[in-house]
């Protein structure tokens, strides 16, 4: 998901000191780092925040499948 073609824009950040003495020991690149943290995390909440919002039509349309069936499940040879 990180593209070089998007804007950057420098933040400060605070992390122990251990963690990152330890990262820099082992060439762990910061920002892209927390870039991809960041973006794991907004994922699993608009994720959720989308199935809140949709919960009810998503119970709704399976109750009704349920109870008729799909479009095309006349039109299947079983």
Known sequence: ???PQRAKKAVNVSISADVLEAARSHEINLSATLESALEDQLRQRRRKE????NGDSIEAYNRDVEKRGTFGDSLRSF
């Open 1 to 3: 998901m990180t593209s």
């Open 50 to 53: 989308w199935l809140v919002t």
